[in-house]
């Protein structure tokens, strides 16, 4: 049974088409990139896709329930979603941040547990932030924070993570082990992944398909090899790019103006 | 030594140390209760009012205590649990750690409701009461309408919306009270100051008090989400729009209560949920029950303090309040932040 699946599915916000008529399965183990212009509504699609906004058309399913079926905590225990910002309104400390993850593991009355506690001083190991758990969110840098987002998702333990620009303030370092990480997730742990993201190189390199969204509900969707080559991507950003092959592997890069 | 060591590698609560930190306050309280009782025109040994208390001993004492004290402080004591609370969970509700229980005009409603009342004459607790919910539970409505009107209910139009509110009751106050006899006056401004000497029968307060408190740490682990952002909190399993309904609810209701039974007591209901997060950290389920015990106790304090220092004259509690707030806030301000850089 699929992890993600949607069928026919209409997404618009405020008046502006963002998808029409997307049929998409996803199986364990599988890894979906998402890519398109600023403002296209990647963001809003992926909220859809973690329930938390309706489809105007549509389904959306996970391991064959709709949300509705599932309820709040339910979807919190098979989605994770990366938001794009980090709302932190007050100070907490980073391993308290990591371990918020743990609440739809928690029962009403429970307080998190030795186990739980081990569970985010991995995540903070995993996403290198070992030594950090002490200290207070607000004093990390934006790309810090970022991990610890990241931590706090890898403490949810949910079979779909919905990352939305997970690679956001990292360093190229911190990108690459972000992606292989998630991507251990999905071959040794069989996660789904669906990833917004904006470098189309580590897109192809880090994703089995991709979808493409053009605008005005217009989209693409396919293996990644296949979907990807240079003509789509300059109609997709409404900028010139160009391939370069070396060593059998393609690199995209943009035109630079004269 | 262990403790230290636990806030070195960042551990947050546990049920533990939460309990240690609840029990502490729990005696704290009792203290401020105990010291209220005794302290007065006629003092008495804690024994005495032991005594009292159970019916037996001096006469004299058991009348002093019983009749004269009892419901006062207890009256002060719930209202200093309920501001505090409701304060708190404000803060959770706007995600602004500046936010206070007034802050979208429940009590400039109460006021309203309470100085409309005293000009025209109603004297009487009971009905000063009524007409002081009635104003709160007025502009709390009056707020929730606007700030829903299109649906949207979010942050920054429900704290402008009853900021707005609050303004119109401020003048309206500020009418009434120009407009208001001579004679009225001193007690209008007493009551806008918060006094306690007003207070009625402690009960409904206590009991508001209680039953909102258990309410809100059945919630406390969803409103810990709730700080997090409401994306966040959503993916994580809490019902959102539910979720700050109730807060809503909740929050007006208790300063309601509050202010119908005390007045506008200022300063306790900004400052404590503050300082516990200060000295605690910002885990509900702690600071929840932590904030209202210390509110409870901080207004149990004032209270006996403002009736005791210039005795047989009364200062309004609220001036009391804000006389021991202000340095004890300033001071842990200004102390070094609870987690150190590691």
Same mark, same amino acid.
């Given at each position: 049974?699929?992890t993600?699946?949607?069928?026919?599915?209409?997404?618009?916000?405020?008046?502006?088409?963002?998808?029409?008529?997307?049929?998409?399965m996803?199986?364990?183990?599988?890894?979906?990139?998402?890519?398109?212009?600023?403002?296209?509504?990647?963001?809003?699609?992926?909220?859809?896709? +973690?329930?938390l906004?309706?489809?105007?058309?549509?389904?959306?399913?996970?391991?064959?329930?709709?949300?509705?079926?599932?309820?709040?905590?339910?979807?919190a225990l098979?989605?994770?979603?990366?938001?794009?910002?980090?709302?932190?309104?007050f100070?907490?400390?980073?391993?308290?941040? /990591?371990?918020?993850? =743990?609440?739809?593991?928690?029962?009403?009355?429970d307080?998190?547990?030795?186990?739980?506690? =081990?569970?985010?001083?991995?995540?903070?190991?995993?996403?290198?932030?070992?030594?950090?758990?002490?200290?207070?969110?607000?004093?990390? *840098?934006?790309?810090?924070?970022?991990?610890?987002a990241?931590?706090?998702?890898?403490?949810?333990?949910p079979?779909?993570?919905?990352?939305?620009?997970?690679?956001?303030?990292?360093?190229?370092?911190?990108?690459?082990?972000?992606?292989?990480?998630?991507? =251990?997730?999905?071959? +040794?742990?069989?996660?789904?992944?669906?990833?917004?993201?904006?470098?189309?190189?580590?897109?192809a390199?880090? *994703?089995?398909?991709?979808?493409?969204?053009?605008?005005?509900?217009?989209?693409?969707?396919?293996?990644?090899?296949? /979907?990807?080559?240079?003509?789509?991507?300059? =109609?997709?950003?409404?900028?010139?790019?160009? /391939?370069?092959?070396?060593?059998?592997?393609?690199?995209?890069?943009?035109?630079?103006?004269? | 030594?262990?403790?230290?060591?636990?806030?070195?590698q960042?551990? @947050? %609560?546990? $049920? $533990?140390?939460?309990?240690?930190?609840?029990?502490?306050?729990?005696?704290? &309280?009792?203290?401020?209760?105990?010291?209220?009782?005794?302290?007065?025109?006629?003092?008495?040994?804690?024994?005495?009012?032991?005594?009292?208390?159970?019916?037996?001993?001096?006469?004299? &004492?058991?009348e002093?205590?019983?009749?004269? $004290?009892?419901?006062?402080?207890?009256?002060?004591?719930?209202?200093?649990?309920?501001?505090?609370?409701?304060?708190?969970?404000?803060?959770?509700?706007? $995600?602004?750690?500046?936010?206070?229980?007034?802050?979208?005009?429940?009590? #400039?409603?109460?006021?309203?409701g309470?100085?409309?009342?005293? %000009?025209?004459?109603?004297?009487?607790?009971?009905?000063?009461?009524?007409?002081?919910?009635?104003?709160?539970?007025?502009?709390?409505?009056?707020?929730?309408?606007?700030? @829903?009107?299109?649906?949207?209910?979010?942050q920054?139009?429900?704290?402008?919306?009853?900021?707005?509110?609050?303004?119109?009751?401020?003048?309206?106050v500020?009418?009434?009270?120009?407009? &208001?006899?001579?004679?009225?006056?001193?007690?209008?401004?007493?009551w806008?100051?918060?006094?306690?000497?007003?207070?009625?029968?402690?009960?409904?307060?206590?009991?508001?008090?209680?039953?909102?408190?258990a309410?809100?740490?059945?919630?406390?682990?969803?409103?810990?989400?709730l700080?997090?952002?409401?994306?966040?909190? &959503?993916t994580?399993?809490?019902?959102?729009?539910?979720?700050?309904?109730?807060?809503?609810?909740?929050?007006?209701?208790?300063?309601?209560?509050?202010v119908t039974?005390?007045?506008?007591?200022?300063?306790?209901?900004?400052?404590?949920?503050?300082?516990?997060?200060?000295?605690?950290?910002?885990?509900?389920?702690?600071?929840l029950?932590?904030?209202t015990?210390?509110?409870?106790? %901080?207004?149990?304090?004032?209270?006996?303090l403002?009736?005791?220092?210039?005795?047989?004259?009364?200062?309004?509690?609220?001036?009391?309040?804000?006389?021991? #707030?202000?340095?004890?806030?300033?001071?842990?301000?200004?102390?070094?932040?609870?987690?150190?850089?590691?």
């Amino acid at each position: 049974m699929s992890t993600l699946a949607c069928r026919a599915l209409d997404v618009t916000i405020a008046g502006k088409q963002i998808v029409r008529g997307l049929n998409l399965m996803l199986e364990p183990g599988q890894r979906l990139a998402i890519l398109g212009r600023n403002g296209v509504g990647k963001t809003t699609l992926l909220h859809t896709l +973690a329930g938390l906004l309706p489809p105007d058309a549509g389904a959306v399913e996970l391991d064959g329930l709709s949300y509705a079926a599932l309820g709040p905590r339910g979807a919190a225990l098979l989605r994770g979603l990366l938001p794009q910002h980090q709302g932190d309104a007050f100070t907490a400390s980073v391993l308290e941040t /990591v371990l918020v993850g =743990r609440h739809p593991h928690l029962a009403r009355w429970d307080w998190e547990s030795a186990a739980d506690e =081990r569970l985010a001083h991995e995540a903070l190991a995993a996403v290198g932030l070992a030594g950090l758990a002490a200290r207070s969110i607000h004093t990390l *840098s934006g790309g810090e924070r970022q991990r610890v987002a990241l931590a706090t998702l890898l403490v949810q333990r949910p079979r779909l993570y919905l990352l939305d620009e997970p690679l956001a303030h990292l360093d190229l370092k911190h990108q690459i082990a972000a992606l292989e990480l998630f991507s =251990r997730q999905a071959g +040794a742990a069989q996660a789904t992944l669906v990833m917004v993201l904006h470098d189309v190189n580590l897109a192809a390199r880090y *994703s089995d398909q991709v979808l493409l969204l053009h605008g005005e509900g217009e989209h693409e969707l396919g293996a990644s090899a296949a /979907v990807l080559d240079a003509d789509r991507l300059s =109609r997709l950003y409404g900028y010139p790019l160009r /391939v370069i092959e070396q060593d059998g592997q393609r690199w995209f890069v943009p035109e630079l103006p004269a | 030594m262990r403790a230290w060591r636990n806030r070195r590698q960042g551990a @947050h %609560l546990n $049920r $533990r140390r939460a309990f240690l930190v609840l029990l502490l306050l729990t005696i704290t &309280a009792a203290t401020g209760l105990l010291l209220s009782l005794a302290v007065g025109s006629f003092t008495l040994a804690p024994g005495e009012v032991g005594l009292a208390l159970i019916g037996r001993g001096d006469g004299m &004492a058991q009348e002093v205590v019983r009749s004269l $004290r009892l419901p006062r402080t207890l009256s002060v004591f719930a209202c200093g649990g309920l501001l505090a609370l409701a304060g708190a969970l404000m803060q959770v509700l706007l $995600r602004n750690p500046l936010a206070d229980p007034y802050v979208l005009g429940i009590s #400039g409603g109460a006021a309203v409701g309470a100085l409309a009342a005293m %000009l025209l004459g109603v004297g009487a607790s009971l009905g000063l009461g009524a007409a002081a919910f009635a104003g709160a539970l007025l502009a709390m409505a009056l707020v929730f309408g606007l700030a @829903h009107g299109d649906g949207s209910w979010t942050q920054t139009r429900l704290l402008l919306t009853g900021v707005i509110v609050a303004a119109g009751c401020g003048a309206a106050v500020a009418l009434m009270l120009s407009l &208001a006899p001579e004679q009225q006056l001193r007690g209008m401004l007493f009551w806008l100051m918060g006094d306690a000497s007003q207070a009625g029968d402690p009960r409904l307060p206590l009991l508001v008090l209680a039953l909102g408190l258990a309410v809100a740490l059945f919630f406390a682990r969803d409103l810990n989400l709730l700080t997090r952002g409401p994306l966040l909190a &959503a993916t994580l399993g809490a019902n959102v729009t539910r979720l700050r309904l109730l807060l809503y609810f909740l929050a007006s209701l208790l300063t309601a209560t509050a202010v119908t039974s005390v007045g506008s007591v200022g300063f306790v209901g900004l400052v404590v949920p503050h300082l516990v997060r200060l000295a605690l950290g910002n885990d509900q389920r702690l600071l929840l029950p932590a904030a209202t015990l210390a509110g409870a106790a %901080l207004l149990t304090l004032a209270d006996t303090l403002a009736r005791s220092v210039i005795a047989p004259q009364q200062l309004p509690v609220g001036v009391l309040t804000a006389l021991i #707030g202000v340095p004890v806030f300033l001071l842990l301000l200004a102390r070094a932040p609870r987690v150190e850089p590691a």
